[in-house]
Structures are given as C-alpha cells and as structure tokens.
C-alpha cells in the first residue's frame, strides 16, 4: 500500500535543500555558494584585462565589463534584496587587486555614499558593501563615513551626461570622518558601477575641494568605451 505521506514528505524534503542550500540568484538553480558553478564561471568571463583605464586624466580600476552575468549580479544585489552577493564579488576585486596593485600597500577607501532615504528604502548600501568585503580581503583601510550624500538625486541612467552632471551639483559634503582628521594615505573612491563618471567625479570633486587628494576610482563594473590604459597610480 502506497503511503499518502510520501509525495508531501518527498516535497519537504526538497525544500529543505533548496532553503538549506541557497537558490543561484541568477538562474534559481540550487547551490551551495552564492552563484551555481555555472553562473559562477559565467561571471569570472566578465573580468577585465587589465583592470586599468583613465578616464579624463582619473585612474579607474574597474573588476568587470558592465555586461551579461555581471550585470544581472548587480541588478540581483541592488534591486532584489540580495546584499550577500557582495561578499564574493568584493573578493573577486581584491584578488584582481593583489595582482595589479601590488604596490598600493597602504590607502583608503571610500564607498559612495546613498542618500539616507534611498538607503532606507533599500536597507543596504551596495558600494559600502562591496567596499566591507574589498577592504577586508586587501587589507586597505575602509572609511564608511568618508562622504555624505546631502541632496537625494534622480536615477542617472535616464539621463543625459549634462543632466547628470546638474544632478550631482552639489549633493556630497565631507563626512565625519574625514571631517575630523583629513587622511594620511592615498584615498580610493569606489562605486558599483561606472558609465559616464559623474557620480565620481562630483564625489572626487568634494574631497578636492578640501584638499584631500583621490588617487583613483575602484569600481566593480565599468561600461565598455575606448579609453587608454593608466599606469598604476
């Protein structure tokens, strides 16, 4: 005789591994890590070589192309409230980092700031996360406060290069950690993405402005455009 349980059993049973496993956020395949081997080697092919660029006279290191499975790894981690998928993808900079910035052995960086509203609505600040795990893994020292944004901003991506430009006037001031003691090492603005540069920019601008040097831009993705290759800085 067939036991009625056994269908139901089976079932928790399967749920049970998926919760206890974890689901892949970008193909829902089960997975004991935070992408399925599968997604995992679809986002290491998105890595950059080399990792640095300039862009208007600025140092960019930039981990990945803005592109495929690594911009559904950051649509994941922003939008659907998946803050864990930092973790890894900051590891995967600071491995980059180790071998293409092997000389940058002390410095600081900065995360770009979210608006308090913007962040309380999504819980988490994905550029201070990506910082958290980066810093952790390169030993760089992490200065969470270093930048306040003051002004809530429209979204950039609807926007032309000028009107993003307009938009950012004005909406960083120095945070309270550097407000207090400017830093002694070179500072290092990082970012989840970089397109036109004017979030940066704007945000390297307040710190000039105090006479705090940024040396570069760290960023986990960059969109494709033709710019030279920087030495290191």
């Given at each position: 005789m067939l036991n009625p349980l056994r269908p139901w059993h089976r079932f928790?049973?399967?749920?049970?591994?998926?919760?206890?496993?974890?689901?892949?956020?970008?193909?829902?395949?089960a997975t004991s890590g935070a992408f399925c081997p599968a997604c995992q080697?679809?986002?290491?092919?998105?890595?950059?070589?080399?990792?640095?660029?300039?862009?208007?006279?600025?140092?960019?290191?930039?981990?990945?192309?803005?592109?495929?499975?690594?911009?559904?790894?950051?649509a994941?981690?922003?939008?659907?409230?998946?803050?864990?998928?930092?973790?890894p993808l900051?590891?995967?900079?600071?491995?980059?980092?180790?071998?293409?910035?092997?000389?940058?052995?002390?410095?600081?960086?900065?995360?770009?700031?979210?608006?308090?509203?913007?962040?309380?609505?999504?819980?988490?600040?994905?550029?201070?996360k990506l910082a958290e795990s980066f810093c952790l893994s390169t030993g760089l020292t992490l200065t969470s406060k270093g930048l306040t944004r003051v002004r809530a901003t429209e979204a950039q991506f609807n926007l032309s290069?000028?009107?993003?430009?307009?938009?950012?006037?004005?909406?960083?001031?120095?945070?309270?950690a550097l407000a207090k003691q400017s830093p002694n090492h070179p500072v290092f603005l990082l970012d989840d993405i970089y397109t036109t540069g004017a979030t940066v920019q704007a945000a390297a601008q307040t710190l000039r402005a105090h006479n705090i040097q940024v040396k570069g831009i760290i960023v986990l993705a960059m969109a494709e455009r033709t710019a030279p290759s920087a030495p290191l800085p």
């Open positions: 928790v049973q399967q749920s049970l591994r998926l919760v206890v496993k974890g689901v892949c956020p970008l193909c829902q395949r080697r679809r986002l290491l092919q998105c890595q950059r070589s080399p990792a640095w660029k300039s862009v208007s006279g600025l140092p960019i290191f930039a981990w990945g192309r803005y592109e495929g499975a690594l911009k559904q790894a950051i994941a981690l922003k939008y659907y409230n998946q803050p864990q998928l930092a973790e900051g590891h995967w900079m600071a491995q980059a980092w180790a071998t293409q910035a092997a000389g940058i052995r002390s410095a600081i960086v900065v995360p770009i700031p979210m608006h308090r509203q913007k962040q309380q609505q999504r819980g988490f600040n994905q550029a201070a290069i000028a009107a993003r430009q307009q938009n950012l006037k004005d909406a960083f001031c120095l945070g309270t």
